[in-house]
Antibody, heavy 122, light 104 residues
Framework: EVQLVESGGGLVQPGGSLKLSCAAS????????MHWVRQASGKGLEWVGR??????????AYAASVKGRFTISRDDSKNTAYLQMNSLKTEDTAVYYC?????????????WGQGTMVTVSS | EIVLTQSPGTLSLSPGERATLSCRAS???????LAWYQQKPGQAPRLLIY???SRATGIPDRFSGSGSGTDFTLTISRLEPEDFAVYYC?????FGQGTKLEIK
């Protein structure tokens, strides 16, 4: 079964750090780019960042709102992507989804995890 | 930076009716990279349409996409009760703000 499972969410104080994980199964993880998308309560979808495959030099890109604070990495041996979040702000409170673009579908995200909730509050 | 504007913000219709949702880009975009998603409360988004007009696997044929350049449309031919949800268009790293389709 094709699946993405996020973990690592929780409550953190402003200025704190948190690391999310995204475990993949059922597809060739090492050949896929992986993206993170977040959604604040009652709001729309916001792209956070992505990491490309080894063949594309593990290139990363980030939204302006998180650049310099968030870092995406991956461990292909564990079929897992990570989102390291530092200097967290209250406005980072959201459900965080990992997702995979299918290159045969342009950049459409065909696989999504269930999401993990991050709450930044004192 | 491309901005995607969806309209209307909320659409109130009855089951069996036809729904037409719009997504307008701030500049011309490639149809190959325009996608539509459905999201229900408490669930992750689900891919409906990619490449502006191709249905994703398992998506009923009552869902169709069209458009090019800056104007794209998602049409649901006959609404089923399970179709009432929020719909997002996406191009590259940008999502529209969503259209909520609610039961009238």
């Amino acid at each position: 079964e094709v699946q993405l499972v996020e973990s690592g969410g929780g409550l953190v104080q402003p200025g704190g750090s948190l690391k999310l994980s995204c475990a993949a199964s059922g597809f060739t993880f090492s050949g896929s780019a992986m993206h993170w998308v977040r959604q604040a309560s009652g709001k729309g979808l916001e792209w956070v960042g992505r990491i490309r495959s080894k063949a594309n030099s593990y290139a990363t890109a980030y939204a302006a709102s998180v650049k310099g604070r968030f870092t995406i990495s991956r461990d292909d041996s564990k079929n897992t992507a990570y989102l390291q979040m530092n200097s967290l702000k209250t406005e980072d409170t959201a459900v965080y989804y990992c997702t995979r673009p299918d290159t045969a579908m342009g950049t459409a995200f065909d696989i999504w995890g269930q999401g993990t909730m991050v709450t930044v509050s004192s | 930076e491309i901005v995607l504007t969806q309209s209307p913000g909320t659409l109130s219709l009855s089951p069996g009716e036809r729904a037409t949702l719009s997504c307008r880009a701030s500049q011309s975009v490639s149809s190959s990279y325009l996608a539509w998603y459905q999201q229900k409360p408490g669930q992750a988004p689900r891919l409906l349409i990619y490449g502006a007009s191709s249905r994703a696997t398992g998506i009923p044929d009552r869902f169709s996409g069209s458009g090019s350049g800056t104007d794209f449309t998602l049409t649901i031919s006959r609404l089923e009760p399970e179709d009432f949800a929020v719909y997002y268009c996406q191009q590259g790293y940008t999502f529209g703000q969503g259209t909520k389709l609610e039961i009238k």
